[in-house]
């Protein structure tokens, strides 16, 4: 079965800091990427795509991308309160199926 | 602004009863998917389209089926509900390069 790990926290941070998410998958031939935030009784938000090895920046947010260790993950810069949410990350996994994959998620909590 | 919206926000049915859950999108995309999230299972894939009146299964189709008669409109049927339906049903729409957008999601109780 092809998979999407994360830790599922909670991850805790002070008010200011980076906050580091990570996840990994287990389909070498996975190509397109994705972070989603979403808040407690509300749908998943895009909030970051990456595609190609490297960092690409946003903002606050930092997605990174290892292929050759199949490992993807978020940075946020000067956390705030309004980022305690669950941070999903989710894959295209090469099965031809442009379903996302997702894990399980990493809830994050910034103290204030 | 991508726009998304399913019927209901929250609804509640009994055991057995046919559920429609319906999904409208204004993008002109042709991707269309539905997935449950459940706590400690995550977001499942139920079904998808990647065109009118096409459909595929996803990882957990059983006791669902959909409809899609008109391309910005993906119906997730759900035959004879059972409690172990119970759960938030979430339409997402997927655009160039293979991001997907969600809708606000339908809390559906089964009692």
């Known amino acids: 079965q092809k998979e999407v790990e994360q830790n599922s926290g909670p991850l805790s941070v002070p008010e200011g800091a980076i906050a580091s998410l990570n996840c990994t998958y287990s389909d070498r031939g996975s190509q397109s990427f994705f972070w989603y935030r979403q808040y407690s009784g509300k749908s998943p938000e895009l909030i970051m795509s990456i595609y190609s090895n490297g960092d690409k920046e946003d903002g606050r947010f930092t997605a990174q991308l290892n292929k050759a260790s199949q490992y993807v993950s978020l940075l946020i810069r000067d956390s705030q309160p309004s980022d305690s949410a669950t941070y999903l990350c989710?894959?295209?996994?090469?099965?031809?199926?442009?379903?996302?994959?997702f894990g399980s998620g990493t809830r994050l909590q910034v103290q204030p | 602004d991508v726009k998304v919206t399913q019927s209901s926000r929250y609804l509640v049915k009994r055991t057995g009863e046919k559920v429609f859950l319906e999904c409208v999108q204004d993008?002109?995309?042709?991707?269309m998917f539905w997935y449950r999230q459940d706590p400690g299972l995550g977001l499942r894939l139920i079904y998808f389209?990647?065109?009118?009146?096409?459909?595929e299964k996803g990882d957990i189709p059983e006791g669902y089926s959909v409809s899609r008669e008109k391309k910005e409109r993906f119906s997730l049927i759900l035959e004879s509900a059972s409690t172990n339906q119970t759960s938030m049903y979430l339409c997402?729409?997927?655009?160039?390069?293979?991001?997907?957008?969600f809708g606000p999601g339908t809390r559906l109780t089964v009692l």
């Open positions: 993008m002109d995309h042709e991707n």
């Open positions: 997402a729409i997927g655009g160039p390069p293979n991001e997907q957008f």
């Open positions: 389209s990647y065109d009118v009146k096409m459909k």
């Open positions: 989710a894959a295209i996994m090469d099965t031809g199926r442009r379903a996302l994959t």
